[in-house]
């Protein structure tokens, strides 16, 4: 009779099939966000430009990393804020492409979860709610090989587009 | 003339790609076209022992890349299948024997020989897979649905799409009744993690060591079940619209069904 219950209550684990495309499903996501230094450096780059168009910024103690966690893989960003930037309208342009990364074909664009992004300018303001006002985004996936091809025009038309931002921003820009 | 260059890659090794090289190989001559296969993995040969000309070897792939022999010389024509032939690996050099240069000189002057020139890649992803690539212009990736097989090919077809060279996957020793049970990945699951284009899937059979125990295609016998699907992979590969088999075992409704369609 117990056996009877524990058996409807606990359902039965799922079939290794399933664990394995599971497990392969984290490790790739994994191998491939093992991005080239270059490709970090203008991940970072693009981040920089984009957060330090709505607030001040110390750029020389930025971060940013990929954090392996139980069941994702999430982007981190622990940026510096030294001032809030005055600013009457919000930036025109205020969308930069997610895809930027996917210039580099070797490596693979990353894919985030925006809907349950942590950024969230009043954790960041107040400084005990986060440590160092760390940004953490899930990473959802990666760009699968089928889609890099097709993704890559764009990737290149936008990266085009967002080297002309940064350069309006002073900065150097990334490619 | 200028024939298609397809390498056949995994990154791990022991997945079946010289058996897939031999087979897809053999079915396409069958058919009639002019095939020649290249042995890229210098020092660790076998494609020659499978295909079963070992004892017919004189020149190989590195001699003709030093310009000991001429490219025709060291071809060895298979007494089964008129139109196939191979050209042999060094068996006591070094990868670095072959540059990716030299391999595609060599490949190029294959492909105004053939229809088809398929590339037996050596496992791995360092020097022998770039020459191995090199020279190739679309690419066939043969994985297993195991964990660690997947994974290797998921490398190899992340370097593949790098060097923009077109890939379809043949995913090997599918066992359906595992797959049905849920204790092994199917052909599906391997395709959407891959993210890539199914050219076939084949099933495990013990009659494949068999047949490589002999150095026999298996294509030979016409009514073997892998015969079968090595010819629907040759014909994907001239460009027919083959539909893929499901390997579920069919219960007796549908059996009766198709017996009466045929009847």
Known sequence: MLDF??????????????????????????????LSPETLAALKADLLAVISRYVEIDSSHADVTFEHRENDVAVLASIPITGVRERTQPPAQATLPLEMSAIDTETHAVQI????????????????????????????????????????????????????????LGKPAQA | MSGRRIVVTSGKGGVGKTTTTVNVGAALAKRGHKVILVDTDIGLRNLDLVLGVEKRIVFDLVEVVEGRCQVRQALIKDKRFESLS???????????????????????????????????????IEHGFRSAIAGAKEAIVVTTPEVS?????????????????????IVNRVRPEMVKSGDMMSVDDVCEILASELLGAVPDDEEIIDTTNRGEPIVLD??????????????????????????????FLSRMLTIFKAG
Do not use: W
């Not at chain 1, 058996?7 to 079939?15: A, G, R």
């Not at chain 1, 979860?113 to 990666?142: L, R, Y």
């Open chain 2, 86 to 124: 191979m050209l042999p690996a060094a068996q006591t050099r070094e990868k670095e024997a072959v540059s990716e240069a030299q391999m595609t000189t060599v490949i190029d002057e294959l492909a105004e020989m053939a229809d088809f020139v398929f590339i037996d890649c050596p496992a791995g």
């Open chain 1, 113 to 168: 979860d925006a809907g349950s992004e942590s950024v969230d300018t009043q954790a960041m303001n107040d400084t005990n709610a986060s440590e160092n006002g760390a940004t953490s985004t899930p990473v959802t996936g990666v760009v699968s090989a089928a889609t890099r091809r097709r993704r890559r025009k764009k990737a290149q038309n936008l990266a085009n587009r967002s080297n002309a931002n940064a350069q309006q």
């Open chain 2, 149 to 169: 097989a997947i994974r290797d090919a998921d490398r190899v077809v992340g370097k593949l799409t790098a060097a923009k060279i077109p890939l379809r996957l």
């Open chain 1, 5 to 34: 219950l524990k058996t409807l209550f606990n359902p039965p684990p799922p079939p290794s099939s399933t664990t394995a495309k599971e497990r392969l499903r984290l490790v790739l996501l994994s191998d491939h966000l093992s």
């Open chain 2, 222 to 251: 016409e009514l073997n079940k892998l015969a079968i699907v090595y010819d629907k992979i040759a014909r994907r590969l001239e460009g027919e619209l083959v539909p893929f088999t499901t390997f579920d075992t069919p219960n």
